[in-house]
């Protein structure tokens, strides 16, 4: 997002508390309900639901090196490009962190992925794809109006290199109600859901 437009939400965002606070003020104690629907909201505004679409049957410890490859994007040019670069960097340090520390590679999505050689038998290929994505309007957090949340979907696929089964797959929602949600924030906990996914398996 340019300069100009953050500055032109900004500006739309206070315009829109500017007419929202008089109406709260002369409502009696309407204000008092708002006060702690925003209070409620601040704690339990963000969400992540995951969704296993094959479930790990056995451990992934033989995997002694995890190839991530960049997230393939269902809605070009919805998505911004730094949001997607920020999303493979983020994951690629969310597996960095599986305490067996299998070796992390982040394939270049400017370059071929590596073909299959001979150590493909203990790689792990974890490709993403996203499906859905809405940066929400922060106008309308402000005052809890409208369809205005942070929200981003993406799948995750585990997969063997060395014969192409697929090992395991889950889909990952993070949404965010809050007037301080962010995009980067709501990346963090989709990530953070992956990682727990991945871990899981590493610690059979």
């Known amino acids: 997002m340019s300069l100009l437009e953050m500055r032109s939400l900004r500006s739309?965002?206070?315009?829109?508390?500017?007419l929202a606070v008089p109406l709260l003020a002369t409502s009696g104690c309407?204000?008092?309900?708002?006060?702690?629907?925003?209070?409620?909201?601040a704690m339990t505004g963000a969400e992540t639901r995951l969704?296993?679409?094959?479930?790990?049957?056995?451990?992934?410890?033989?995997?002694?090196t995890i190839e991530l490859q960049p997230f393939d994007d269902l809605l070009p040019g919805r998505v911004p490009p730094d949001l997607e670069r920020y999303l493979n960097a983020e994951l690629a340090a969310e597996l960095k962190r599986v305490?067996?520390?299998?070796?992390?590679?982040?394939?270049?999505?400017?370059?071929?992925?590596?073909?299959?050689?001979?150590?493909?038998?203990?790689?792990?290929?974890?490709?993403?794809?996203?499906?859905?994505?809405?940066?929400?309007?922060?106008?309308?957090?402000?005052?809890?109006?409208?369809?205005?949340?942070?929200?981003?979907?993406?799948?995750?696929?585990?997969?063997?290199?060395?014969?192409?089964?697929l090992?395991?797959?889950?889909?990952?929602?993070?949404?965010?109600?809050?007037?301080?949600?962010?995009?980067?924030g709501a990346v963090d906990r989709l990530v953070h859901r992956f990682g727990q996914f991945v871990d899981a398996g590493y610690g059979r």
């Open 51 to 64: 969704h296993t679409l094959k479930p790990l049957t056995s451990s992934l410890r033989e995997y002694r």
């Open 99 to 165: 305490p067996t520390s299998p070796a992390v590679v982040l394939v270049d999505p400017l370059q071929a992925p590596p073909g299959v050689g001979p150590d493909a038998v203990d790689t792990l290929v974890c490709r993403g794809v996203i499906d859905d994505y809405d940066p929400g309007y922060l106008a309308l957090r402000l005052v809890e109006l409208g369809f205005n949340h942070v929200a981003i979907t993406a799948r995750l696929q585990l997969s063997d290199k060395s014969n192409a089964r």
């Open 12 to 18: 739309l965002a206070f315009a829109v508390v500017l």
């Open 30 to 41: 309407s204000w008092q309900a708002y006060a702690v629907s925003r209070g409620i909201r």
């Open 167 to 184: 090992v395991a797959a889950a889909s990952v929602t993070s949404q965010d109600d809050r007037a301080i949600a962010t995009l980067h």
